[in-house]
């Protein structure tokens, strides 16, 4: 079974610096997809930023990027210029790919809770 | 496209009733998820369903809960009595077919409350 860790519960930043949360994740499998979704105080899940296993290259949306370390099962999530608006909690998430005949759960962190102060 | 749409979006019962949570997954998508998120547990899978059909009902609590999806446009989570440590959000998922970007929707979530 897949296992996610999220070892921040809590972290704040000022706005316009950069922030890392930090993601940890156990499985044996070689092929899989990684997430982080945001979830403002209105409770929408949103998907911020996907990672491939299978590619090396880090996954980059705007001011979102990720540092995927597959050897070291780390995935973290840097956000630069950091706005008011990112306040939210944040959650890593694992999926295996889809089968041929079925879909994939994904297995989700503890969820990190990021504040932007002005 | 209007994205995962679940009703109601606030529910309030009292223990014992039976309570019915709706979703609509994105039309075109072939894999639906209930999932619960609590202040204790987090977020867990309920049940996720493919093609219409059951695939992983490992994670429902109990004979209490039961799920269908009669169509792949309709989705109902039921809980037959409804109890107080059932008070959750409840989030409804939608995935595209294999071959297709893979990542999973979200509904806006229901917010149930027993008391």
């Known amino acids: 079974a897949q296992t996610v860790t999220q070892s921040q519960p809590e972290m704040s930043v000022q706005e316009a610096e950069t922030v890392t949360l930090s993601c940890t994740y156990d499985t044996s499998e070689s092929n899989y997809y990684l997430f982080w979704y945001k979830q403002p105080p209105s409770r929408q899940m949103i998907l911020v930023i996907r990672q491939e296993a299978y590619k090396q290259q880090n996954a980059t949306e705007n001011r979102f990027s990720v540092n995927f370390q597959k050897a070291a099962k780390s995935f973290s999530l840097k956000i630069s210029d950091s706005q008011l608006g990112d306040t939210a909690m944040y959650f890593c998430a694992f999926m295996k790919p889809p089968g041929e005949t079925s879909g994939s759960r994904l297995t989700f962190g503890e969820g990190t809770q990021l504040t932007v102060n002005p | 496209d209007a994205g995962v749409i679940q009703s109601p979006r606030h529910e309030v019962t009292e223990m014992g009733q039976e309570v019915t949570l709706r979703c609509k997954p994105i039309?075109?998508?072939?894999?639906l998820f209930w999932y619960r998120q609590t202040m204790m547990r987090g977020l867990e899978l309920l049940i996720y369903f493919n093609n219409n059909v059951p695939i992983d009902d490992s994670g429902m609590p109990e004979d209490r809960f039961s799920a269908k999806m009669p169509n792949a446009s309709f989705s109902t989570l039921k809980i037959q009595p409804s109890e107080p440590r059932d008070s959750a959000v409840y989030f409804c998922?939608?995935?595209?077919?294999?071959?297709?970007?893979?990542?999973?929707?979200f509904g806006q979530g229901t917010r149930l409350t027993v008391v």
């Open positions: 998922a939608s995935s595209p077919p294999l071959g297709a970007r893979t990542e999973a929707f």
């Open positions: 039309s075109g998508h072939n894999s």
